[in-house]
Every structure is written in structure tokens, then in C-alpha cells.
């Protein structure tokens, strides 16, 4: 099934890498970008989202804190933060969202693991 | 750790480092500059293996090597390394430590580490609009790996601030992210008095591709004020690791 994906980084360079990614595993997929929080929630109400890779370090909320938010607005909404950042404070706090962790540079195929993985309903974490 | 107190830099009290040794040996005990030298060298192995895979054709070419040293042999020891232009990409920290990490290159190796960055699908011409912001990810990437593996192994947290782009001398960028490290000028005394305290931290990482070489360093720069706390986190850290 068809699905629209938003990545959600300040780096036109990441976003780029990500939207490649994605659409050599998912070449019907729609993908939208935004460069940070504030405009994930803007392109929110523009499309249908089902899928989201968010970077952590950006300017204004943090990947987890605008992965929060985006929990608390869609629940059954797929996850995965994206970071060169693996700090074990960091790690448990994707976690805690419900987010999946991949470590920048992007391996791909654990980015076709995690896109294949939301055919499936979502996994709830132990925190939620 | 690969060597025990004492048998890094001759009899104590003696030159350590570009540092005079008796102010130096005031701060960090040999056997503690060790546990930094040896974080270090996990931490840039790290991040070349990162840059590596961004940059696709690089590998990695030396062993890494660390040096700890005052800010003003650390300008002198860069700008013989690195003379010329360069760039450099710089994150503020907290937590730990407070300080600057700083990744510096050549700015000639500049727009090839763009183009070798860029999907593949893209046209290298688009490397020279897209320079800023992809040094910023790159530095970001270098330096968060680096970072996130010796934090993990401290055991304490270190916050990053958003990557910021620099260019000019190696004198010149470590002036700028000194200036940007101490709003309102630093400490009692000024820039002065903060420049005879903080130290710098050396990290080399030469990678190789085949059509070129970067020669780049990534800079550590304590605050001054900083280093207790680093050192009460590395005396807990070689508790850990000497099983004591």
C-alpha cells in the first residue's frame, strides 16, 4: 500500500539522502520534507502522514520532543529518529516515544528494514 | 589504557605536551591524560569510520594520534599542520565538559568532501550551493560520533549545539569559537585570563581517497573551569576500567 513519508531535518544534504533512500525501497511512496518542528506540523495538516524520519539535532524542538508532539497528535504513526548522536540518554529517549533509533550515516538497509516494518501496526514501547 | 602513570611524558614535573610542564601537571595526572588520549582515539575512530561511509571512496589511513596542550601551542602545532586556508566546523558542549569541538580541514579538500557527500544522483555541480549546509552535516556527523562513543564510555552526558561553519587560519577559527565559548568575553580578566587556563585537545584523523588526501584535526577545547569536572569524571571513569 502506498504511503507518505515526511523526513524532518534541518540538512537539505540529509533530507536528500533520506528521500533517495526511501523512494529506491518504496518507489510508489509520496515523501514530503520539512526542515524542523515547527513546519512537520504545518505539512500535517497538507498531507496524510504515516511515516515519519526525524533528525534529533535541529534548530527549536529536538527530534524527541517533536517526535512527542507528533505521538501525542497520531498516535498509530510510524517513527524513526535519526542521529550520529547514539548517546545512551538520547538512545532511551527515542525509545521512550516509541521511535525507532538509526544511527547517521544512514545504513540502508536498516532504513528498508524499519519502512518494510510499517506495513505492520506499530509496536508499542513499555513506556507508553 | 596503554600505559600506566609516569611513563608518558619522563620524570613528573618535566615538559609535557606543548605545555610548560609544571602548570600542566597541576590539571591532568599522566595516567589521566592517558584515559583522555585513549577516549580520544575510540572517539576519532568512530568518526572517521562515519566519514568514511559518507563520503563513500575515503578509508581511513593512520592510526589516530592525540595530543593535549595549551590553546597557544595548539594554534602553533595547527597552523604547521594545516597552513593555508581552512575550514572549520564547530559544536558548542556542555554537560561533561564545557567547550568546543572542532572539526578542521583544509578549505581546498572543501568542495571535493561535498561532491563525494552528495547522493548519487545528484550532479556535482550542485556542490558549490549546497557547501555550507553540507559542511555543517558532515561536521555534525564527525563530531556526534566522536562525542556520543566517549560519553557513553564516561558515563555522563554531553550536550551539542547546532553546527556552526568557520572559515580563515587555524589562529583565527579557534579565536572565533573561543569568542563564541565565552559570551560577554570570558571570565575575570577577559579573553586573557580565559586563554591562560583553558587547554586543547588535539585529535588527528588522516583519511585517504584516490584521488586525494584530507589531512584534517579535530580540536577539543576545554573551558576553563571545565577540567575538574573532567577529571572527577576520568577518575571515576579508570576506577571503572582498572577494576578499581
Redesign the interface.
Known amino acids: 500500500m502506498s504511503k507518505t513519508a515526511i523526513i524532518v531535518d ?5 533530507r ?2 533520506v528521500r ?1 533512500m526511501i523512494l529506491r525501497h518504496k518507489p510508489d511512496w509520496s515523501v514530503v520534507e520539512a526542515a524542523n518542528g515547527d513546519e512537520l506540523f504545518r505539512k500535517l495538516d497538507e498531507a496524510a502522514v504515516d511515516v515519519a524520519i526525524i533528525d534529533y ?3 527549536g524542538d529536538n527530534g524527541v520532543e517533536a517526535a512527542a508532539k507528533l505521538r501525542a497528535a497520531k498516535p498509530d504513526i510510524h517513527i524513526a529518529i535519526i ?8 538512545v532511551s529517549g527515542i525509545r521512550a516515544v516509541g521511535a525507532a533509533f538509526m544511527p ?2 544512514l545504513d540502508e538497509e536498516q532504513v528498508g528494514r524499519f519502512l518494510a516494518s510499517t506495513a505492520l501496526p506499530r509496536r508499542r514501547a513499555a513506556s507508553e | 589504557m596503554t600505559a600506566a602513570a609516569g611513563e608518558l611524558d619522563g620524570p613528573p614535573g618535566g615538559p609535557a605536551g606543548g605545555l610548560a610542564g609544571e602548570a600542566w601537571d597541576r590539571r591532568l595526572t599522566d595516567l589521566e591524560r592517558d584515559a583522555l588520549a585513549e577516549l580520544g582515539n575510540m572517539g576519532i575512530g568512530r568518526a572517521s569510520t562515519a566519514l568514511g561511509r559518507m563520503v563513500g571512496e575515503l578509508v581511513r589511513l593512520s592510526v589516530p594520534s592525540v595530543e593535549v596542550m595549551d590553546p597557544d601551542a595548539a594554534i602553533r602545532s595547527l597552523g604547521e599542520a594545516l597552513p593555508g586556508p581552512l575550514i572549520g566546523v564547530s559544536e558548542s558542549l556542555g554537560g561533561v565538559f564545557d567547550g568546543t569541538a572542532l572539526f578542521l580541514f583544509p578549505e581546498t579538500d572543501s568542495l571535493p568532501l561535498v561532491r563525494a557527500a552528495l547522493p548519487p544522483d545528484v550532479p556535482p555541480e550542485e556542490a558549490g550551493p549546497m557547501e555550507e549546509e553540507a559542511l555543517a552535516e558532515l561536521g555534525n556527523i564527525v563530531l556526534n560520533s566522536a562525542l556520543a562513543l566517549v560519553a557513553n564510555l564516561l558515563g555522563g552526558g554531553i550536550d551539542t549545539s547546532l553546527p556552526a561553519v568557520r572559515r580563515g587560519t587555524a589562529a583565527a577559527i579557534l579565536a572565533d569559537c573561543r569568542k563564541a565559548g565565552f559570551p560577554g568575553g570570558g571570565q575575570a580578566g577577559g579573553a586573557a585570563g580565559a586563554e591562560a587556563d583553558d587547554t586543547v585537545v588535539l585529535f588527528r584523523i588522516d583519511l585517504r581517497a584516490t584521488a586525494q588526501t584530507l589531512g584534517g584535526r579535530v580540536v577539543l577545547m576545554l573551558d576553563p573551569g571545565s577540567m575538574g569536572r573532567l577529571r572527577g569524571t576520568l577518575g571515576r571513569f579508570i576506577g571503572r576500567v582498572s577494576g578499581g
Not at chain 1, 542521529?83 to 538520547?90: C, E, F, G, P, S
Open positions: 534541518d540538512s537539505k544534504l540529509s536528500m539522502h533517495a539535532n535541529m534548530p542521529t550520529a548522536n547514539a548517546q545512551d540518554a538520547v547517521k550515516p
